[in-house]
């Protein structure tokens, strides 16, 4: 057997036995600690194999291993010598466009979206469906003042990188970070559009006195780090996440960043007696969402996604707001974000939100990424009036 046959059959075999409970990196990363014969080079080879198979697998309708050449197909630009080996004559049309190379495989140019009666209006369908095919990019965000030395560091170690907006490098997806720059420290892994989500504060927030902010659902803390440079460090910051696990990383995560912590809790938002009881000039709430948005990056969860699990995301949204809303001061803000492309998650919630007591809809909008190997999000700010 050829070593391409063998990767055929080797990522056949991790796809029948993935059943999604864990990310797939999670899991090709068990894989192969338990089966050590694999090099690094086949490891690479065999997990681009099965992210690519998910990229494909809802457009597809042949079996597993047929899909994961389909996906190696769809997926790349430059011939290969495992699809040399499988399927030559789609070698031979490898530098079309996704739209040829879809009719070539007498699939429709425009790629369905398997969920489209939830997107939402503002989502242009086509370039969304085609962005799956896409593995999007690696983003840092340059935390304020370390520009130069950042620079300095990637130039010196000869790593190739873009400058865009909003203070953030674009690099090569095969980057180690952590071996170059102080990750947290002095610049943050975060996508472009993640680092626009506070866009709809009003200007003059970060002026005056010290802000009292609550993140709400702290998650990873890459939003509370985002808050503490938009506010050049002016606040006392109150995390709070469900899982406990999740939060003492989170609180290591925040160290490292040198971002202080006036208090940190275990709390469970989705009930009204959560224990958070202080009052707050601004309410952080990265919702837990279906991840629609993202689904580029992990693209099992497209697979996997159920679609009954759209309502109760959005119930559970609805029931979080209600809880943390009492705890926002008159004249304060709430920043509503969600890495979601879905009306349900988004306008429908920005309707909910904006009929409760006293609050007023500042700015509500996509921060659209799938143009630009990028994830998309969405942001919404109220006020609540005195």
Known sequence: MSKYHSYLHTATQIIQAFHGEVPLAVYLKQYFSQHKKFGSKDRKALSALCYQYYRVAHISTGDVPFTICMGAFLCNHQPSAFLETHFPEWNAKIHGSAADKLLFLHLPANIPYPFRTHLSPQIEEPSFAASILKQPEVFLRVRPGKWKS???????????????????????????????????????????????????????????????????????GGKSILMYDFLKGRLRLTVTDIRKGILQKLKERLQQ????VYHAAVADVTTPDHGIHSMFDIILYDAPCTGSGTWSRTPEQLYFFKEKDIEAYQHKQQQMVQNIWPQLKPGGYLVYITCSVFTAENEALVHYIS???????????????????????????WEKLL
């Not at 960043?257 to 202080?260: K, L, N």
């Open 150 to 220: 950042v620079v300095k560091a990637l130039q010196d170690a000869g790593i190739a990188y873009q400058t865009e907006p909003h203070d953030i490098l674009r690099l090569p997806a095969a980057v180690k970070v952590h071996e170059v720059l102080h990750v947290n420290r002095d610049v943050v892994v975060q996508d472009i559009q993640s680092a626009r989500v506070l866009e709809g504060l009003p200007a003059g927030v970060a002026d005056g006195e010290i802000k009292d902010v609550w993140d709400g659902c702290a998650a990873s």
């Open 355 to 381: 009929q409760l007591n006293q609050a007023k809809l500042l700015q509500a909008q996509y921060f659209k990424g799938y143009d630009m190997r990028a994830d998309t999000l969405f942001a919404a700010v």
């Open 257 to 260: 960043a040198r971002v202080p």
